[in-house]
């Protein structure tokens, strides 16, 4: 205020949002939460604003300040009439920031609007403001998940609205980070085909069930791009608004490179190899050549049905690649693996990336709260139970299990847990339970109630770290797990768990041999 006051070039009042005045009041003809909140209807102001200074040509009088400028003015213009009518006759002007709210407590503060039938009303200067808090309030919101305006840094999350193991990591991260005040910046396809960064919303901690703001992209980002005007606006206008001191990338998908370029320090998270390697349900390996790029060509040909980002060719994908690295080198990003292997891989899809500032930090993992004892559950007819949870698609091993499952039924049931739709591929199988969708915190009641005598973790692309798999081993259930990524890290063959090929024969092998001798479970 008092910066703003000093620095104007014009004469200038200011004044705040309050229910004191219809006028300047953001709640005035809002529908009241449907529960009791517990915030402060300024904290929620100042959280959702979008932090623009709007023009006001009704004078109000709950609070006011001058600058010194115009105090001369007024104090030598003898211009008669209200104090608006000398404020514009000193070529001043009245303003109120959005960002700011003073309640009046004697006051109300939903205040119904009173139109004649006839009438319309006119949306206020900061209707932006209200209607992200009518939003906030019909997601029934009862809390703020962060005070803006604390001596608290922040962070800003790069990332995507797919959940897995990059919603995981990001959760407990910020559930368990106290020294920081955390945002979001998801990109998202809430209409199908249109693009994966079709809408960029920014979210509060990990309050997800309502954005603070959310910005149309006009055209939408299909998979990535080098750069984006709208986007390094938006980026820009988020990190100035709530003072943003570092950013951390954990996923490109949908979004800009620009994401990399802000100038603040930058920590890119390896939760996947994209935009190096764009082909996610492909394992690289058979394309990876020594000392060069991997044959991207070829895989595009091969997989071309089945692309996750159809909209770029080879030569582009080489384009952004490049793009990519350069960023990377320019910016000084520092890049974190969560384990050797990710590191590793990366170096083999792009040479260079050995050249650049990397370390490996393991992910933590939180305790798993109220954990029932899984104990297995014989079966009448001698099968053992064999569980998979997480999605089944193409990557995680869906034709792999498809392939094997004529076999691995005579010797186990099988339970998929949490597969989405895909998993209705399953549905009328012998042999196979299929439970489409879970709350996570409901995992453990699931599988103490099916009684697993192990699980299988069938991933055919290799996985960064694999918080099922963590899961998993909090609730001490054994795995069978590929032999790809990160599980050949995490396991050890034999006495942690079991490792397999990627092919049907290992893994019917596997499961048998168990099945055949189950004290070895």
């Known amino acids: 205020y008092k910066r703003q006051l000093e620095q104007s070039e014009q004469p200038l009042a200011l004044t705040v949002l309050s229910n004191a005045d219809t006028l300047v009041n953001p709640f005035s003809g809002l529908q009241a939460p449907a529960k009791d909140t517990e915030f402060d209807l300024a904290d929620l102001v100042a959280l959702l604003a979008p932090g623009h200074t709007h023009t006001l040509t009704i004078w109000t009088d709950h609070l006011t300040m001058l600058s010194a400028r115009l105090v001369a003015l007024l104090s030598t213009n003898?211009?008669?009439?209200?104090?608006?009518?000398?404020?514009?006759?000193?070529?001043?002007?009245?303003?109120?920031?959005?960002?700011?709210?003073?309640?009046?407590?004697?006051?109300?503060?939903?205040?119904?609007?009173?139109?004649?039938?006839?009438?319309?009303?006119?949306?206020?200067?900061?209707?932006?403001?209200?209607?992200?808090?009518?939003?906030?309030?019909?997601?029934?919101?009862?809390g703020i998940p962060l005070k803006p305006g604390t001596d608290k840094a922040v962070t800003l999350h790069i990332t995507h609205s797919w959940g897995g193991g990059v919603a995981q990591w990001l959760s407990s991260f910020i559930e368990t980070d106290n020294k920081h005040l955390h945002y979001q910046l998801r990109s998202e396809n809430p209409q199908s085909g249109r693009g994966y960064g079709l809408r960029l919303s920014l979210y509060a901690g990990n309050e997800l069930r309502c954005p603070v703001a959310s910005w149309w992209l006009q055209p939408p980002i299909q998979s990535i791009v080098d750069s984006k005007p709208e986007y390094r606006e938006i980026l820009s206008e988020i990190c100035k608004r709530f003072s943003v001191g570092r950013v951390f990338v954990s996923s490109l998908?949908?979004?800009?490179?620009?994401?990399?370029?802000?100038?603040?320090?930058?920590?890119?998270?390896?939760?996947?190899?994209?935009?190096?390697?764009?082909?996610?349900?492909?394992?690289?390996?058979?394309?990876?050549?020594?000392?060069d790029e991997p044959d991207i060509d070829l895989a595009l040909q091969e997989h071309a049905k089945t692309l996750e980002f159809p909209d770029k060719d080879a030569h582009a994908w080489s384009e952004i690649r490049s793009a990519y690295i350069q960023a990377i080198e320019e910016y000084k990003v520092k890049i974190v693996a969560p384990g050797q292997s990710v590191l590793d891989l990366q170096n083999r899809l792009e040479p260079d990336f050995k050249t650049l500032t990397s370390m490996v930090i393991p992910h933590g993992f939180p305790e798993m709260g109220d954990r029932p004892e899984i104990v297995p559950r014989p079966r009448t007819d001698g099968r053992l139970r064999l569980v998979i949870t997480g999605r089944m698609q193409t990557g995680k091993g869906q034709q792999l299990l498809s392939s094997a499952l004529p076999e691995l039924t005579k010797h186990v049931q099988l339970y998929l847990l949490g597969t989405g739709k895909s998993g209705e591929a399953f549905f009328g199988l012998p042999g196979v339970d299929?439970?489409?969708?879970?709350?996570?915190?409901?995992?453990?009641?699931?599988?103490?109630?099916?009684?697993?005598?192990?699980?299988?973790?069938?991933?055919?692309?290799?996985?960064?770290?694999?918080?099922?798999?963590?899961?998993?081993?909090?609730?001490?259930?054994?795995?069978?797990?590929?032999?790809?990524?990160?599980f050949p890290d995490r396991i050890e063959h034999g006495k942690t768990g079991w490792l397999v090929d990627v092919d049907t024969q290992s893994l019917v092998r596997q499961v048998a041999e168990l099945c055949a001798s189950p004290e070895q479970v």
């Open 253 to 291: 998908v949908g979004h800009s490179l620009d994401s990399l370029r802000t100038g603040l320090p930058t920590l890119q998270i390896l939760h996947d190899h994209f935009p190096l390697w764009p082909l996610l349900s492909v394992n690289p390996g058979k394309y990876l050549r020594v000392d």
């Open 78 to 142: 003898n211009a008669d009439g209200s104090m608006m009518h000398q404020i514009l006759a000193a070529d001043g002007a009245l303003k109120v920031p959005d960002h700011l709210f003073l309640q009046d407590p004697h006051k109300r503060i939903f205040e119904p609007l009173k139109l004649a039938p006839h009438e319309i009303a006119q949306p206020p200067a900061f209707s932006e403001l209200s209607a992200r808090l009518q939003d906030w309030f019909n997601a029934g919101i009862t």
């Open 434 to 486: 299929v439970i489409l969708e879970y709350e996570r915190d409901d995992l453990a009641s699931i599988l103490a109630t099916i009684g697993p005598d192990f699980a299988a973790l069938l991933s055919v692309v290799p996985e960064t770290f694999s918080y099922t798999l963590s899961e998993l081993q909090q609730l001490h259930i054994p795995v069978v797990a590929t032999r790809v990524g990160s």
